[in-house]
């Protein structure tokens, strides 16, 4: 396991770059924020594409940017995978993968050509020609073609931006996986918060060319100064649980949180999956009494923990402990007053299953979570 460890600094005309931070070298760690803040320059300056630069960037003991050493993008076995796939159109998928085979750098396999096939379920596409792909399946030729250059870290450059829902479903459970299969780590660059949720062990939250918060997915963005780069309309809270029960009639599944069970849309995975499930503050309401004649299908018993008022608004936000985790309600401050609402109150939180994000990626291997 190397970290990656970045000190530096990038000035652009009106903007200016400034981080510090550590990546772990193992699993996939997010940079996450809204358009302009840095995310894909950070990225482009750990690749070696940023001649601008100044500072320190370190994998391990190899000094790859300071003061008097700059490595070429060539030499620091990263491999990129862009927004579009930047394949060769006049090259079939295999004519493709072999380029990229045939120039991987002379390090130790840790896998083979036939690994990369498998795990991305390229075998069938080698005879087709790249613009008869799809979207999804162009992607997973360009993550293929970097995985056989045998990269020792992986950039990812907003590579799902493109797609639509259905084919961003599709593909995530491919890249949740190549950490593992692969043994490389993986900085994602993305503005899009479900896929922070489903493929994220860790997060970097970006803001004006500034890291303003680093760490765990589910405790970092629970935080309430984070709501501005979220945006306060996505702003919430994950819960993470494992699946007890589908009822495939109704397309449903019923996941359990530690105690206290969900149900939600179904999820394409087998009994005993483990998932994350992301909620938005503006998605729970909050009751003093079990309602009666209601259409939301959660209502989960819950422990208040803090009340913190938005300034200027007519809005609260609540922190829940529900089964020792925490969730988020977005309410009027008219009412928090009439139902009294005090830290250390019991309360039931009503979430609607159709509230629930409809992408659920299982968390391990252990469960018998069948193919991606």
């Known amino acids: 396991m190397t970290d990656l460890s970045a000190d530096l600094r990038v000035r652009h005309p009106g903007f200016t770059l400034e981080v510090s931070h550590v990546f772990p070298?193992?699993?996939?760690?997010?940079?996450f924020g809204p358009s302009s803040c840095g995310k894909s320059t950070l990225l482009r300056v750990?690749?070696?594409?940023?001649?601008?630069?100044?500072g320190r960037v370190a994998f391990g003991e190899e000094i790859w940017l300071d003061g008097r050493r700059f490595l070429p993008p060539h030499r620091r076995g990263v491999g990129y995978v862009f927004q579009d796939a930047r394949?060769?159109?006049h090259l079939s998928v295999r004519g493709n993968l072999d380029y990229a085979h045939g120039r991987a750098a002379a390090r130790a396999a840790r896998y083979s050509y036939g690994d990369v096939l498998d795990a991305l379920d390229l075998g069938p596409l080698l005879a087709r020609r790249v613009t008869d792909l799809s979207g999804g399946e162009t992607q997973?030729?360009?993550i293929g073609r970097t995985l056989l250059a045998r990269p020792r870290l992986l950039l990812m450059d907003e590579p799902l931006a493109a797609l639509d829902t259905r084919r961003k479903g599709a593909i995530m459970p491919y890249i949740r996986r190549l950490p593992e299969v692969f043994g490389v780590p993986v900085i994602y660059v993305t503005h899009a918060l479900e896929e922070v949720?489903?493929?994220?062990d860790r997060i970097v939250a970006l803001s004006e060319g500034r890291i303003v918060a680093a760490g765990g997915v589910a405790e970092t963005l629970e935080r309430l100064d984070l709501a501005e780069v979220q945006g306060r309309f996505e702003a919430g809270a994950i819960l993470t649980g494992r699946i007890v029960a589908q009822d495939r009639a109704l397309h449903l599944s019923r996941v359990d949180l530690g105690g206290v069970q969900v149900e939600v849309p179904q999820i394409a995975l087998a009994k005993g999956a483990q998932v994350r499930l992301r909620v938005r503050a503006r998605d729970v309401a909050l009751a003093l009494e079990r309602p009666r004649g209601l259409s939301m299908r959660n209502c989960l018993e819950a422990r208040l923990m803090s009340i913190t008022p938005e300034p200027a608004t007519a809005?609260?936000?609540?922190?829940?402990?529900?089964?020792?985790?925490h969730l988020r309600a977005r309410i009027?401050?008219?009412?928090?007053?009439?139902?009294?609402?005090a830290g250390g109150q019991a309360v039931l939180a009503l979430i609607k299953a159709v509230s629930f994000d409809r992408q659920a990626l299982p968390r391990d291997r252990s469960a018998?979570?069948?193919?991606?």
């Open 46 to 54: 750990v690749a070696g594409f940023e001649r601008g630069a100044t």
């Open 368 to 372: 018998d979570a069948g193919p991606p």
């Open 197 to 200: 949720t489903q493929l994220c």
């Open 332 to 341: 009027t401050r008219a009412a928090v007053a009439d139902l009294g609402l």
């Open 25 to 31: 070298g193992q699993g996939i760690t997010a940079l």
């Open 315 to 325: 809005f609260a936000e609540v922190l829940l402990d529900v089964a020792g985790q």
């Open 140 to 142: 997973r030729v360009a």
């Open 87 to 89: 394949l060769f159109p």
